[in-house]
């Protein structure tokens, strides 16, 4: 079956912007957290959504957010954009009945 | 709180050796633990995982043991191979898709 897709792979915004990425859970998954990974913090989650309320978040400050939608895709987004948000950012999704979960690929962002 | 503590790399071993990345970690509760592989330019991909005391997980001749006695779920492989150069994560969960990280081993195997 399809995995996870996450798009952009790839998005180059200037600071001040927002920006919003997208994932696309494997079929059946309800549950989709975010992650930040970056070389100095390595990864750090952000939230988690099952069927479309927050369950968890993590200590990022109110620029970010997300939501999720009733076929289980996630957006988040990411607003007034400082250099230091220059990451790659990973979504992971789930059953929400156990802790399996599988990655996608990766939005690779860079904040000029 | 929870937490999982890395062996700092990066580790450069030769093809055929033996692989040995350590973890430990803190944790509320009963976490299930994993092992998740990055390979350059891609996302997680689960390698192994253990959801109680004295499970082995095992995949692709990596192995893990989950040590409560310990708190460690270190990574083992007898043999390694030019195609496991990555990095490779420790992870536990204690509920849902939340996930603690280590800050990831890199792994370069040479021929």
């Known amino acids: 079956k399809a995995g996870v897709t996450q798009t952009p792979r790839y998005l180059i915004k200037t600071r001040g912007q927002q920006v919003t990425l997208s994932c696309s859970p494997i079929?059946?998954?309800?549950?989709v957290s975010w992650y930040q990974q970056t070389p100095g913090q390595g990864l750090q989650f952000l939230f988690e959504?099952?069927?479309?309320?927050?369950?968890n978040k993590g200590n990022f400050p109110g620029r970010f957010s997300g939501r999720q939608f009733s076929n289980s895709r996630s957006e988040m987004n990411v607003s007034t954009l400082e250099l230091g948000d220059s990451a790659l950012y990973l979504c992971a999704t789930g059953t929400g009945r156990d802790t399996e979960a599988f990655f996608g690929q990766g939005t690779r962002l860079t904040v000029v | 709180g929870n937490s999982v503590t890395q062996m700092e790399g990066p580790v450069t071993l030769s093809e055929e050796a033996f692989l040995t990345i350590n973890c430990t970690y803190t944790?509320?509760?009963?976490?299930?633990l994993f092992w998740y592989v990055q390979y350059p330019g891609e996302g997680l991909q689960l390698l192994l995982k253990?959801?109680?005391?004295?499970d082995k997980g095992s995949n692709k001749g990596f192995e893990a043991t989950y040590r409560k006695e310990t708190t460690s779920f270190h990574l083992e492989k007898g043999s390694v191979q030019v195609s496991d150069s990555a990095v490779y994560f420790c992870a536990l969960s204690n509920t849902g898709n939340q996930f603690y990280f280590g800050t990831g081993t890199s792994l370069t195997v040479i021929p």
């Open positions: 079929s059946g998954h309800r549950s």
């Open positions: 253990a959801t109680k005391a004295d």
């Open positions: 959504y099952f069927s479309e309320t927050q369950r």
């Open positions: 944790a509320t509760g009963y976490p299930s």
